[in-house]
C-alpha cells in the first residue's frame, strides 16, 4: 500500500521503525510526481519561521515534503518557481504553525548548498556509527583479506586515494564476490581522506571496507545497505551516480 506523501510522523516513531520496514516505505517526489523508496529520497522540512530546510535523517517534527537527488532539476524548479508552487501545493496553501497562522514560505538561494552539506554530514555521521559498531574495516591490507574472502559489502575510497591504490582493492573485492571480470568497482567518495579521518578518529583514512558479512552483532549485512543508500543519495544529488 501506498503511503501518503505528506504524513505527519512522530520522530520517536520514526526511530524505532525496523530499519527495512522505514527505508521501504514510499514517498512521493513534489517536483517530478514519481514515487521512490523514502531512503532514495531527501525530505524537506519547514522550520517555524517558515523556511525551507533539509531534513537528511527524515526525523524533523511535523510534515515534510519529498524530492529526488537530482541537484539540477531542484535548481531548475527553484529558477522557475515550480518547487514553491509545488511545496504550497503539498501543504494546500502552505505551512501553518502551532497558532493556525498560515506561513510565508521562505526557499534560500543556497538551499542546493545546504541539502548537499546536509547528505555529507548524514553519511559521515553513519560512517561514524558503523566504525563504532564494528562495521567498517580500514586499512589497504586488511580491507583486501576481508574482501578476498567475501566479507566485504562495500568498498569505498577517498577522492585523493591514488588509482594504483583503488585498483588493488577493488580486484581482491571482486575476487571476494566471484565476480572477476565484471568491472566492479568500489565508489569514490566526493570526500577526501581528511575530511573522512576526522569522521572517524582515525588518521589517513583513505579506504574503508563495510562489512558484508554478519558480525557478531548481526548487523553486517545491514550496515552495507545503510552506507550504501547515504553514498548513493549524496552521489546521486552532486550528479555522480556510483558504479554498479
Do not use: Y
Not at 84 to 103: E, N, Q, T, V, W
Not at 161 to 179: C, F, H, I, P, T
Not at 227 to 236: D, E, N, P, S, W
Amino acid at each position: 500500500m501506498r503511503t501518503p506523501p505528506n504524513e505527519r510522523v512522530n520522530p520517536d516513531i520514526a526511530e524505532r521503525r525496523a530499519p527495512e520496514l522505514a527505508s521501504g516505505s514510499e514517498r512521493r517526489c513534489i517536483l517530478s510526481g514519481e514515487t521512490a523508496p523514502r531512503a532514495q529520497l531527501i525530505r524537506l522540512a519547514i522550520a517555524p519561521s517558515g523556511e525551507v530546510l533539509p531534513d537528511p535523517a527524515a526525523k524533523a517534527p511535523g510534515r515534510g515534503a519529498w524530492i529526488a537527488p537530482d541537484k539540477a532539476a531542484l535548481e531548475s524548479a527553484m529558477g522557475d518557481g515550480h518547487l514553491k508552487r509545488a511545496l504550497m501545493r503539498s501543504f494546500k496553501g502552505g505551512p501553518i504553525d502551532h497558532d493556525g497562522h498560515r506561513l510565508q514560505l521562505q526557499i534560500g538561494d543556497d538551499l542546493p548548498g545546504a541539502i548537499a552539506a546536509g547528505l555529507t554530514r548524514h553519511l559521515l555521521d553513519r560512517l561514524g556509527l558503523e566504525w563504532r559498531g564494528g562495521n567498517i574495516v580500514l586499512g589497504s591490507s586488511r580491507i583486501a583479506e576481508h574482501a578476498r574472502t567475501g566479507r566485504i559489502g562495500l568498498l569505498l575510497h577517498a577522492s585523493d586515494a591514488s588509482e594504483d591504490g583503488r585498483r588493488k582493492l577493488d580486484q581482491a573485492w571482486r575476487v571476494g564476490l566471484d565476480q572477476e571480470g565484471s568491472g566492479k568497482r568500489g565508489i569514490v567518495l566526493p570526500l577526501d581522506r581528511d575530511t573522512l579521518s576526522v569522521a572517524l578518529g582515525r588518521a589517513n583514512v583513505v579506504h574503508l571496507g563495510v562489512s558484508g558479512a554478519h558480525n557478531k552483532g548481526g548487523n553486517g549485512k545491514d550496515a552495507a545497505s545503510r552506507v550504501g543508500q547515504a553514498v548513493t543519495r549524496l552521489t546521486r544529488f552532486l550528479g555522480n551516480d556510483p558504479p554498479g
